[in-house]
Structures are given as structure tokens and as C-alpha cells.
């Protein structure tokens, strides 16, 4: 053999080496998150499909429901003989049903808890040995990132049940589309589909997640959203005592802070870090505690950057957020701000949230609209139910006077944006057929607090007229013994059942009146 040719056989070997111990490296890593075929068939024996009819409220006539609708998901059984699943699933049901793994019966369910916030719930079965052959799932801990994963579940109504592999790509906060909460979320690679709701993403045999969401838009392919075993946990926390509180709030807004020249300002050193306290609300855990201008530099221990991010570990970073919604309702959180360049502590005890911060309540499930009916007007409070009404496409195609509602902060003096949404003609009301979505502000000249308020005002008038005005100075008149003689005869004409919602006056208030 020639010189030459020992060189390159030497090359030859080399790279052979190089490429057989990468291959190895390779299988070796991938084998702590391989699941064997025996370990998946235990796996499939504790993934159901859930059943699912629903009758949403229709918000635009909120006497009345929509049409029922039958839809699926899929769930995970875990301990407690509980069963693991998205709250989209479950929300609104009025009847649910679970399907065990290659068993063709179906049985009945129902709700035991439920977090729309978080977009989780658990539902029981009570057909006694339902869950002999389904052995609960434990809960893990979230894996590193490019770990291999597997999605469990029932995607586009499938019988049979489907897994799919993934790797987690990344977790940060995320828009949870269900409930509109900014909480941690994982992104996995894995595809995910309508019915894959509610299913178990598994790592090392064990339920790291809960598949949520793909992602949507068009803009993406095979990109998906779980609940990671932060938010499950903390869903299993406050469902302990069947009592929902939900995520705690603190009650006040920041922006971020990484100007120069802002940060100077405010009082921060070039190596300091923060985010500016821009809103403190009233009522809340931060009244009277933080000022507006102070700023946060750490939460719970943890730095904050000048982009509201603190760091977890080495390999998750995210929005500062999460440090509170970690905490369940009565937990102390310590923060240290600093305020006109003075640094100091200060804690703050978590407490639940205000129905809302915003004029506009957040979206509801499971609940009745509310509604009241004075004169064939018919006037409800604003909320997403109402703005979603119009369609996938509402932003674009909801009122913008409505849409301009979502941007204001509530305050003790208004808490709720009243809407007078249509009118239901009547010789009451000549002259105002046409009116649609107007925002009304006050009742013969006061200002409207909240919707209860609204209708207490209108039940107990002693005015012979009632005058409706909105922001722009816009006026409807009403006479109101005429819209008192006239109730019966306008409900019966529309086929409606009350003149307003159940439990919307409560019975002290309807005694008193009555008397």
C-alpha cells in the first residue's frame, strides 16, 4: 500500500470511528425518554374519550340557548380515580360521557372541578369498577428542552386512540385560548388536532402536560400548546377543598424598562434591572403598598429584567407573571422595589383576583347571561361572551365602541359597562327600534356603577320618566308606568320567560320592593 493510500485508510477509519460513537451517543441519549411498546399499552389503558353535549348561552338573546352540539376530547386517568382534561372540553356541558380504550361502551360522567382560567377540569365516573383496568398516571416534572415526548389522544373524533411523538421545543408564557390567561405553556412539535384536547403529553411514563391548543392562525405548521405540571399542579391544589379560587392577582400592571434613559429617571444604576409599576388598583393587595412610578426589581427571589422576564433555572426564562401564579390565594410574595432610587422590601399577600380589572368581564362558561328588559330594551352588562358573538373574526367585525371598552380599567365608581343591545318594538318605545349596542352611562343623570345597580334603579323608579344617556350624549326616554303596563304583553310578544335574569335580584332586595 502506498504512502497515499494509508493516509486515506487511516481517514477512512477515523471517520467510521467518529461516526459509530456519534450513533451511539445519539441512540444512548434518546433512550432514557423511549417508551417500549409493553409501556405504551399501559399508558393506552388509562387514556379515555370524552363525549361531550353542550348548550351555550346565546349571548345576542340571552334568555335562551343555542342549539346543542356534541363534541370530543380526550382525558387521563390519575390518582384519586379522576380523570385528567381540558376545561374547553367540559365547558357549558350539559351531558358527558367517557369511553375507555378499546371498550365500545360509553359511561356517564361529570364535572367534579373545573379551572377555566387554567383551561383544566376533572371529571369522575361513578359506574363502580370503572377504573380497575385504568391505573392512574403520576404527574412529572416538565423535561429539559428537545426532549421526546408523546401525545395521547382522540384527534378529528377517531375511535381508535392515536400517539404521536414530539419534542419540547420551548415553554414561555403563553395566550391560553380557551380563558385569555397569559400562564406558562410548553410547545411541542408533535401534531395536535381538534379531539386531541385534554390528552396527557408523557415523558418517561409519566404526564408532563395537557395538550391545550395548536397553533393556529395559518402562520404555523405542526405547533402545539400543553399545560405544563406547574399549572396542573396548581389546578390540584385549589381543587382540594372543591372550592375554586383560581390564580392570585397582586392588582398592579408594570411595562418594561429598558430605556436608558427611562431607566436614569426612575433612579436605576446602568447595571440594575427592573420594570416600571405603571397601574395600582384599588382594593387590591398592592393598594397602598406599591405607587405608581416604583419600580419592581425582583419577585419571589428572582431578578427581574428590563423585559418583565425573570429566570427559573438554566434553561426556562419567562414573564415575571409566573412567580404569582405559582401561588396559591393567602401566600405571602415577597418583592423588592425600588422607589425614586431607593431600594426597599415590601410583601405583598396574594389574594383572589377581581372579577375584572378591565370594564370588560373576561369570558364566561357555565354560567347564565345576565340580562334586564325594561320597556322592550333589552340591557345587559359587556363581556367577552358578548364581543366573541360576532364571530371568529370579532375584532375586525364587533362594534368598536364595544371593542374601545376592553381598553379601560375598572374603577370603584364603574366597574361594569352597561349596553343597551336591542330593542324589542313596542309602542313604549317609538322612535328607538333601531338602536343596537349603545353604551349607556347614566340614569336620569346618575352615573352607573355596576349592572346590579343598573337594575335595582329601574325596578324601584319612582320617576315618571326614565331617561337612558349615553357618552355621547345620545337620550332615550321612557315612560315608566307605560313600561311597567306594558311588560307582560312585550314578553309574551317575544316569547321570553322573565323580564330579566335569574338570580338578579337577590330576595332581601325583591322583599323590600315588594312591600
Known amino acids: 500500500m502506498t504512502a497515499a493510500g494509508l493516509v486515506a485508510t487511516r481517514r477512512w477509519l477515523l471517520l467510521s470511528a467518529v461516526l459509530v460513537a456519534s450513533s451511539l451517543l445519539i441512540l444512548t441519549g434518546g433512550a432514557a425518554n423511549a417508551q417500549t411498546s409493553d409501556e405504551i399499552r399501559e399508558i393506552e389503558d388509562s387514556i379515555v374519550k370524552i363525549y361531550t353535549t353542550t348548550a351555550d348561552p346565546d349571548y345576542f338573546t340571552p334568555w335562551r340557548l343555542m342549539n346543542p352540539n356534541q363534541s370530543s376530547g380526550s382525558g387521563a386517568v390519575i390518582e384519586g380515580n379522576r380523570i385528567l382534561t381540558n376545561a374547553h372540553v367540559v365547558a357549558n ?51 429539559d428542552p428537545n426532549t421526546e415526548v408523546l401525545v395521547f389522544g382522540y384527534p378529528i373524533g377517531g ?36 379531539g386531541n384536547s385534554g390528552g396527557p403529553v408523557i415523558a418517561d411514563g409519566e404526564i408532563v402536560g395537557v395538550v391545550m391548543q395548536s397553533a ?22 385549589d381543587a382540594s377543598d372543591g372550592q375554586f379560587d383560581g390564580f392570585p392577582d397582586l392588582g398592579f400592571r408594570t411595562q418594561d424598562l429598558e430605556s436608558p434613559a427611562a431607566k436614569a429617571r426612575y433612579g436605576l444604576a446602568e ?42 433555572n438554566r434553561d426556562l426564562q419567562t414573564n415575571y407573571k409566573h412567580a404569582i401564579d405559582v401561588k396559591q390565594i393567602g401566600d405571602t410574595v415577597p418583592l423588592r422595589i425600588a422607589r425614586q432610587g431607593v431600594a426597599m422590601d415590601v410583601d405583598l399577600t396574594a389574594q383572589r383576583r377581581q372579577q375584572s380589572y378591565s370594564l370588560v368581564r373576561s369570558e364566561e362558561f357555565d354560567a347564565i347571561p345576565d340580562y334586564y328588559i325594561y320597556g322592550g330594551i333589552v340591557f345587559v352588562p359587556l363581556n367577552m361572551n358578548l364581543i366573541k ?88 326616554v321612557v315612560d315608566h308606568q307605560q313600561a311597567r303596563d306594558s311588560e307582560a304583553e312585550i314578553l309574551e310578544r317575544y316569547r321570553i320567560p322573565a323580564s330579566y335574569s335569574e338570580g338578579l335580584f337577590d330576595q332581601s332586595a325583591l322583599a323590600q320592593h315588594e312591600e
Open 93 to 143: 356541558a350539559s351531558y358527558v360521557q367517557v369511553q375507555k380504550n378499546s371498550d365500545p361502551r360509553r359511561y356517564l360522567a361529570r364535572v367534579e372541578f373545573v379551572s377555566h382560567s387554567s383551561d383544566l377540569a376533572l371529571i369522575q365516573v361513578e359506574e363502580p369498577g370503572f377504573f380497575d383496568d385504568a391505573p392512574p398516571l403520576e404527574i412529572g416534572d416538565l423535561p
Open 159 to 194: 375511535r381508535t386512540l392515536s400517539v404521536t411523538k414530539g419534542v419540547l421545543s420551548r415553554v414561555e408564557q403563553q395566550v391560553y385560548a380557551h380563558s385569555g390567561e397569559f400562564l406558562l405553556a410548553g410547545q411541542i412539535d408533535a401534531a395536535i388536532n381538534p
Open 216 to 237: 393556529g392562525g395559518g402562520r404555523t405548521e405542526a405547533l402545539g400548546y400543553f399545560v405544563p405540571t406547574d399549572i396542573v399542579r396548581h389546578m390540584l391544589t
Open 271 to 312: 447595571d440594575e434591572t427592573g420594570v416600571l409599576v405603571i397601574k395600582v388598583f384599588e382594593d387590591s393587595p398592592a393598594d397602598g403598598l406599591l405607587q405608581a412610578n416604583d419600580v419592581l426589581l425582583s419577585i419571589d427571589g428572582y431578578e427581574v429584567a428590563g423585559d418583565s422576564s425573570i429566570r427559573l
Open 389 to 476: 358573538r360576532w364571530g371568529s373574526d370579532w375584532t375586525r367585525t364587533a362594534p368598536v365602541n364595544l371593542l374601545h371598552a376592553r381598553s379601560q380599567w375598572s374603577s370603584p365608581e364603574k366597574r361594569e359597562v352597561i349596553v343597551a343591545l336591542q330593542v324589542l318594538a313596542a309602542d313604549v318605545n317609538l322612535g328607538y327600534h333601531d338602536v343596537r349596542n349603545v353604551i349607556v352611562e347614566s340614569v336620569n343623570g346618575e352615573p352607573i356603577r355596576d349592572f346590579a345597580e343598573f337594575a335595582r334603579l329601574l325596578r324601584n323608579n319612582e320617576e315618571p320618566y326614565v331617561v337612558f344617556e349615553a357618552e355621547s350624549g345620545f337620550q332615550m
